[in-house]
Every structure is written in structure tokens, then in C-alpha cells.
């Protein structure tokens, strides 16, 4: 211990006490020091069992020891089936910078102990204005009835090693915490159901009508329209390639004014030559391909309407079809057909993009359940290999148990064989015990307190020996039909006197 504040124990287990007394009418009571003045602190739990302080401010409460303060540990009564405890304790008080270490044991007989005489005066308290007194306990053992030592089961079936125990690995827990450089936590929420003011589940009508949601559909729509408008503007980039293939005369030379009256082809040429130039520096932006697209549906058109003209005009001047004479080049028939049939795949691609959106959608679906499924047959495989491991623990943990039990079976059946060997020895012990302790009662009821009347009293209520008399309260007094008051505080008072003589004397 060496005077610390704090200490770790290796061995054996340590719990704390603190008593802090600052209200005013106990500290007025402690700076008057009156004699035979006792003041008891609230109980406290400590391994199992219950205890509490007491404090003499100026000597014992039978009158001895005057101008000595005694700070006594005090326990209720020992945990059941518990026949002893062992255990080193350090009583400290704090503002005078006061420290007694001791060891002692507690049995059914004996459950207090004070520190010794001349550790602190009277007057070194008399003008203090509160008092902290800690109290440090190391359990060393713990016999069961049959006075063996059961300290590691005792403290594995009590709640505060049960939670020393957590609060170890909670401090673990936390010292790994600080020596990480960075903490990345990561929460996953699943919705399962979202219920209105009737209490209806309208989760799906809550995710379609949610921000999320909706910019989520947008988005896609507008990839859908992108790819379209994408796949749409290709297919006339083919188709004005081919138109600008047609276009070009076959000797490769430009085309003449007089071969072309309305200046179709030439404008067309130029027109698709230019666009042929913008698309081949930049093909990957999406936008550039959208405004062309524009452009080039605006061309088209224009040219269509330019085509309509010139067959209107060759219809009117000759009547019948379109006269090679009078288009040298091919370029209003071919331009014409070409029209018609890029009219025709345009309308069959956009059926065939409809079905592929609908079979894309049916795939997305497909996947999504796929998913699903595949998230439940992890989940079930981590669930059985969970019951395994489970089970395997318990299979070991009930083979400890096997042999916990064989061990114990042996140390009690050697107990017992003990005890039968010395089984006439201890009665004959026993009864000669026995008259005894009925011997001390009365003597103490005659001699000590004067009252040896209520003796018969005593003996049929079961008082047949001193450590129980030790542990008479008033109300078992009452009980037992001691109603004069002034019996039940003689009484009473020398119980006191006894049980804090032998205690002192035991510190």
C-alpha cells in the first residue's frame, strides 16, 4: 500500500469506500466532541455483503479511551452459507492526512473492528469543516460453512466483480480507442415500414413522394433521354455520311452550278462536310452532340422541303416520274429514297429502344431479387455458424463444470469423513459449550445488566449464547416482551458497551 491513494492489487481483489460528511449538524457534532457521541454512515455495498462506518469523535461509547477518535468498519452480517471473511483494509482520512493499514477477519461473532488507539485526537477534528474518510478493503479469503476457502467462487457469483469485470474491458475498449489516428463509424439504416396518423404503413407512398426519391427518377430520365437523343443523332451522323457519299460526284470534282439549279447538293454537301469536322474533334460531349443533332434535324428537314419543291417542279414541267435528263447526278431520286427509308428505320428503332428500356427494367428487377435472396442466405450462414460455435462453448463450458463438480464432490466427501472420525469429540464439545454460553447469559443478565429476570425469556426466544445476544435490537426486544423502556436502553447499552470493547481490542 505504501500510503497510495490508489492501488492496483495483482491477487486480490480491492473495492472503495468513500464517506464525505459535509451538512452542517453533523460536522456541529463532530467539532463538539462529546463523549460517548457515536455517528454511523449510510450502508454500503462491498463483495457481496453489507457495511458501514462508524465514527467516535471522543472515545468508545462505554467512557474509555477519552480524546481519541476511533473510526470503526462495521458489517451487517456475513453473506449466506459464509462462515468468515479475511481481508486487509486502509482507513484514510483525508484532511488529516491520516492512513491505517491492518488485517483482520470477520466471523459470525465478530463483525467490527476500529482502528488502534492514539492514530488520531479529538482535538485534531474539533474545528474541521467536513471530513472524508475512505475506505480501501483487499479480500483475501472467504470460508463456506465447512471453513474452506471458496474466495473464486464467491466472487464469480457476486454483481461487483461481475461488473469490475466490465468496467476492465470497457477501459481496454477505451485505450484502444486512443491509439488509433483516425475513428470512421458507419451507420446503415433499413426502413422497414412508415405508418401515417391512422397507423397505416405508407412506406411506399413515403420513398416515391421523398426529395431522394424524386431527384433519383429525374436523373434516370434523364439518362434515358440522353441515350436516346445520343443514339438518335448517331443514327443521322450514318445517314448523312451516306447522303454526303451520294452527294459527291463520281470523278470526285466539285459539283457544278448548272448540274445542280437549286443548289441542293452543294448546300448539303457543305452542310454535312461541316458538321462531319465538328463531330471528329470532339464525339465524347454529350451536349455538342445534342445541339448538332438539333442543327442536323433542322437541315434534314430543310432539305426535305427543298426535295418536295424539285419534285413538285419536275412533275409540273414533264408530268410523269423524275427524268434522268433532268437530274443528271441521281441526286433528287436517290435523296428521296434515301429520305423515305431513313424515315422508315428511324420509326423501327424507336420501337426496338422501347423494348430494350422495357428489358433493362425487367433485368434491374431481376438483379435486385437476386440480391435479396443472396443477403438472406448470407444472414442464414452466418446464423449457423453462429449456433455452431455456441454450442461447441457450451459443450466445453458444461465439461468444466463436470469436473468442478467431481473436485468438489471429493473435498466434501473428505469433510465429511473428518467429521465423522471427530463426530462424538464435537458433540460432547458441543454440549458442554452449550451450558456454557447459557452459564454467560445469565451471568450477564444477573452481574452486567442487573435484570435477571427476564433470563427464562432469553433462553426461550432462542438468546442462548453471547454472539447472539451481541446482535439483540430493540425491536426483538419488544418482540420478545421487554416492554419497559428503560429496561430495553439498559440493555441495550450494554450490548453496545460489550460489542465495541471486544471490537477495539480485536483492531
Given at each position: 500500500w505504501?500510503?497510495?491513494?490508489n492501488?492496483?492489487m495483482l491477487?486480490?481483489?480491492?473495492?472503495?469506500?468513500?464517506?464525505?460528511i459535509t451538512?452542517?449538524?453533523?460536522?456541529h457534532?463532530?467539532?463538539?466532541?462529546?463523549?460517548?457521541d457515536v455517528?454511523?454512515s449510510l450502508?454500503?455495498?462491498?463483495?457481496?455483503a453489507r457495511?458501514?462506518l462508524?465514527i467516535?469523535?471522543?472515545?468508545l461509547?462505554?467512557?474509555?479511551?477519552?480524546?481519541?477518535v476511533f473510526?470503526?468498519i462495521c458489517?451487517?452480517?456475513l453473506?449466506?452459507?459464509r462462515s468468515a471473511?479475511h481481508?486487509?483494509?486502509?482507513?484514510?482520512?483525508k484532511?488529516t492526512n491520516?492512513?491505517?493499514?491492518?488485517?483482520t477477519?470477520f466471523?459470525?461473532?465478530?463483525?467490527?473492528?476500529?482502528w488502534?488507539?492514539?492514530?488520531l485526537?479529538?482535538?485534531d477534528i474539533?474545528?474541521?469543516q467536513q471530513?472524508?474518510?475512505t475506505?480501501t478493503i483487499?479480500?483475501?479469503s472467504?470460508y463456506?460453512?465447512?471453513?474452506?476457502?471458496v474466495?473464486?467462487?464467491?466472487l464469480?457469483?457476486s454483481p461487483?466483480?461481475?461488473?469490475?469485470?466490465?468496467?476492465?474491458?470497457?477501459?481496454k475498449?477505451?485505450?484502444d480507442i486512443?491509439?488509433?489516428?483516425?475513428?470512421?463509424?458507419?451507420l446503415t439504416?433499413?426502413?422497414?415500414?412508415?405508418?401515417?396518423?391512422?397507423?397505416?404503413?405508407?412506406?411506399?407512398?413515403y420513398?416515391?413522394s421523398?426529395?431522394?426519391?424524386q431527384?433519383?427518377?429525374?436523373?434516370?430520365k434523364?439518362?434515358?433521354?440522353?441515350k436516346?437523343?445520343?443514339?438518335s443523332?448517331?443514327?443521322?451522323h450514318?445517314s448523312?455520311t451516306?447522303?454526303l457519299?451520294?452527294?459527291?460526284?463520281k470523278?470526285?470534282n466539285?459539283?457544278?452550278?448548272?448540274?445542280d439549279?437549286?443548289?441542293?447538293?452543294?448546300?448539303?454537301?457543305?452542310?454535312?462536310?461541316?458538321?462531319?469536322?465538328?463531330?471528329s474533334?470532339?464525339?465524347?460531349k454529350?451536349?455538342e452532340?445534342?445541339?448538332?443533332m438539333e442543327?442536323?434535324t433542322?437541315?434534314?428537314s430543310?432539305?426535305?422541303?427543298?426535295l418536295?419543291g424539285l419534285e413538285?417542279?419536275?412533275?409540273a414541267?414533264?408530268g410523269?416520274?423524275i427524268?434522268a435528263?433532268?437530274?443528271?447526278f441521281?441526286?433528287?431520286?436517290?435523296a428521296?429514297?434515301h429520305?423515305q427509308t431513313?424515315?422508315?428505320e428511324?420509326?423501327?428503332?424507336?420501337?426496338k429502344l422501347?423494348?430494350?428500356?422495357?428489358?433493362?427494367e425487367?433485368?434491374?428487377?431481376t438483379?435486385s431479387s437476386?440480391?435479396?435472396?443472396l443477403?438472406g442466405?448470407?444472414?442464414?450462414?452466418?446464423?449457423?455458424?453462429?449456433?455452431?460455435?455456441f454450442?461447441?462453448?457450451?459443450?466445453q463450458?458444461?465439461y468444466?463444470?463436470?469436473?468442478?463438480?467431481?473436485d468438489?464432490m471429493?473435498?466434501?466427501l473428505?469433510?465429511?469423513?473428518r467429521?465423522?472420525?471427530n463426530?462424538?469429540k464435537e458433540e460432547?464439545?458441543?454440549e458442554?459449550d452449550g451450558?456454557?454460553?447459557?452459564q454467560?447469559v445469565k451471568?450477564?443478565?444477573?452481574?452486567k445488566?442487573g435484570?435477571?429476570?427476564?433470563?427464562?425469556?432469553f433462553v426461550?426466544?432462542g438468546?442462548?449464547s453471547?454472539?447472539l445476544?451481541?446482535?439483540i435490537?430493540?425491536v426483538?426486544l419488544v418482540?420478545?416482551g421487554?416492554h419497559?423502556a428503560?429496561?430495553q436502553m439498559?440493555?441495550?447499552?450494554?450490548?453496545?458497551e460489550?460489542k465495541?470493547?471486544?471490537?477495539?481490542?480485536?483492531?
Amino acid at each position: 500500500w505504501s500510503g497510495a491513494k490508489n492501488v492496483i492489487m495483482l491477487q486480490h481483489p480491492t473495492e472503495s469506500y468513500t464517506w464525505k460528511i459535509t451538512d452542517n449538524e453533523t460536522i456541529h457534532r463532530l467539532n463538539q466532541i462529546t463523549p460517548n457521541d457515536v455517528i454511523d454512515s449510510l450502508m454500503f455495498n462491498m463483495f457481496g455483503a453489507r457495511w458501514y462506518l462508524r465514527i467516535f469523535p471522543n472515545g468508545l461509547s462505554n467512557g474509555s479511551h477519552s480524546g481519541h477518535v476511533f473510526v470503526c468498519i462495521c458489517l451487517t452480517d456475513l453473506p449466506p452459507n459464509r462462515s468468515a471473511f479475511h481481508f486487509e483494509y486502509k482507513l484514510e482520512l483525508k484532511e488529516t492526512n491520516t492512513v491505517f493499514i491492518a488485517n483482520t477477519k470477520f466471523k459470525a461473532d465478530y463483525l467490527n473492528v476500529a482502528w488502534k488507539r492514539d492514530i488520531l485526537y479529538s482535538r485534531d477534528i474539533c474545528k474541521l469543516q467536513q471530513l472524508t474518510i475512505t475506505l480501501t478493503i483487499q479480500l483475501k479469503s472467504v470460508y463456506d460453512k465447512r471453513g474452506i476457502n471458496v474466495i473464486t467462487e464467491y466472487l464469480l457469483s457476486s454483481p461487483s466483480s461481475q461488473r469490475h469485470e466490465q468496467n476492465k474491458k470497457n477501459i481496454k475498449q477505451t485505450r484502444d480507442i486512443c491509439k488509433l489516428q483516425q475513428l470512421t463509424i458507419t451507420l446503415t439504416i433499413q426502413l422497414k415500414s412508415v405508418y401515417d396518423k391512422r397507423g397505416i404503413n405508407v412506406i411506399t407512398e413515403y420513398l416515391l413522394s421523398s426529395p431522394s426519391s424524386q431527384r433519383h427518377e429525374q436523373n434516370k430520365k434523364n439518362i434515358k433521354q440522353r441515350k436516346k437523343r445520343k443514339k438518335s443523332t448517331l443514327r443521322r451522323h450514318n445517314s448523312l455520311t451516306a447522303l454526303l457519299g451520294m452527294l459527291t460526284p463520281k470523278n470526285g470534282n466539285d459539283i457544278d452550278a448548272n448540274d445542280d439549279p437549286f443548289g441542293v447538293a452543294a448546300a448539303a454537301q457543305k452542310h454535312v462536310q461541316t458538321h462531319m469536322e465538328e463531330m471528329s474533334d470532339d464525339e465524347d460531349k454529350l451536349d455538342e452532340l445534342e445541339q448538332m443533332m438539333e442543327s442536323m434535324t433542322s437541315t434534314v428537314s430543310s432539305l426535305s422541303e427543298t426535295l418536295k419543291g424539285l419534285e413538285e417542279t419536275l412533275n409540273a414541267k414533264h408530268g410523269n416520274d423524275i427524268d434522268a435528263n433532268d437530274d443528271p447526278f441521281g441526286v433528287a431520286a436517290a435523296a428521296q429514297k434515301h429520305v423515305q427509308t431513313h424515315m422508315e428505320e428511324m420509326s423501327d428503332d424507336e420501337d426496338k429502344l422501347d423494348e430494350l428500356e422495357q428489358m433493362m427494367e425487367s433485368m434491374t428487377s431481376t438483379v435486385s431479387s437476386l440480391s435479396e435472396t443472396l443477403k438472406g442466405l448470407e444472414e442464414t450462414l452466418k446464423k449457423k455458424q453462429l449456433d455452431a460455435l455456441f454450442v461447441a462453448a457450451a459443450k466445453q463450458n458444461q465439461y468444466q463444470l463436470v469436473v468442478q463438480e467431481v473436485d468438489d464432490m471429493k473435498t466434501m466427501l473428505n469433510t465429511l469423513q473428518r467429521e465423522q472420525r471427530n463426530g462424538r469429540k464435537e458433540e460432547n464439545e458441543v454440549e458442554v459449550d452449550g451450558r456454557e454460553q447459557l452459564q454467560r447469559v445469565k451471568e450477564w443478565l444477573v452481574m452486567k445488566v442487573g435484570l435477571g429476570q427476564y433470563y427464562e425469556v432469553f433462553v426461550e426466544n432462542g438468546f442462548v449464547s453471547m454472539p447472539l445476544v451481541k446482535r439483540i435490537t430493540k425491536v426483538e426486544l419488544v418482540e420478545m416482551g421487554v416492554h419497559s423502556a428503560a429496561h430495553q436502553m439498559l440493555m441495550l447499552q450494554r450490548v453496545e458497551e460489550m460489542k465495541w470493547g471486544q471490537g477495539n481490542g480485536g483492531g
